[in-house]
């Protein structure tokens, strides 16, 4: 079965220091990673989206891939209170046409002012 | 701008009933998705689009149906609405050749 794992929380950092989220997905034939953030009583947004190992920076955020050991992690810097969302992972698994996305349950973020 | 709307963002109805969930995109995406969203399962995949006349059933598809006879709609129905379809439901969508999939802002739905 595929499965994209993530740690419920909740976490919780201070202003300003970095959050780390971390996501493990079950198949090596995966090729498209992707974070989703969401503010409680919304719908997810697409925040960033990885293919290739490595680190891929935009703004204060820094996703992670690694496929050796499959796992990809979403970096925040200077974590403001406005980042305080669930964030879901997200995973394409590779299967005939299929097009869909497996989604992990979210790790929900608070960022203490 | 190019965006996903879905209606009604509330409902309220009573088991048994027929329900219809609409949504409807801009962008001219080929692909459409309807998820559950429930404390404890996250994002569940009920019915799926990739054109128009292509309908596929996810992981959660008893109990309800989709039809898309165009680009820019699917429409999600809930046959005889039962207790355990109370949640919200977001649809989305992503263009030819991508993953990244937009959400609607839901429809949060309550059976009675």
């Known amino acids: 079965q595929k499965e994209v794992e993530q740690n419920s929380g909740p976490l919780s950092v201070p202003e300003g220091a970095i959050a780390s989220l971390n996501c493990t997905y079950s198949?090596?034939?995966?090729?498209?990673f992707f974070w989703y953030r969401q503010y409680s009583g919304k719908s997810p947004e697409l925040i960033m989206s990885?293919?290739?190992?490595g680190d891929k920076e935009d703004g204060r955020f820094t996703a992670q891939l690694n496929k050796a050991s499959q796992y990809v992690s979403l970096l925040i810097r200077d974590s403001q209170p406005s980042d305080s969302a669930t964030y879901l992972c997200?995973?394409?698994?590779?299967?005939?046409?299929?097009?869909?996305?497996?989604f992990g349950s979210g790790t929900q973020l608070t960022v203490l002012p | 701008d190019a965006e996903i709307t879905q209606s009604p963002r509330h409902k309220i109805t009573e088991t048994g009933r027929q329900v219809t969930l609409a949504c409807h995109q801009t962008?001219?995406?080929?692909?459409m998705f309807w998820y559950r969203q429930d404390l404890g399962h996250g994002l569940r995949l009920i019915h799926y689009?990739?054109?128009?006349?292509?309908?596929n059933k996810g992981e959660v598809s008893d109990g309800y149906s989709v039809s898309r006879s165009n680009t820019e709609d699917l429409p999600l129905t809930l046959e005889s609405a039962a207790s355990s379809q109370t949640s919200v439901y977001f649809c989305?969508?992503?263009?030819?050749?991508?993953?990244?999939?937009?959400f609607g802002p839901g429809t949060r739905l309550t059976v009675t």
């Open positions: 689009s990739y054109g128009v006349h292509d309908t």
């Open positions: 198949d090596r034939g995966s090729q498209s």
């Open positions: 997200a995973v394409h698994y590779p299967s005939g046409s299929a097009r869909q996305l497996t």
């Open positions: 962008w001219n995406h080929n692909n």
């Open positions: 989305a969508s992503s263009g030819l050749g991508s993953y990244e999939q937009y």
């Open positions: 990885i293919y290739s190992n």
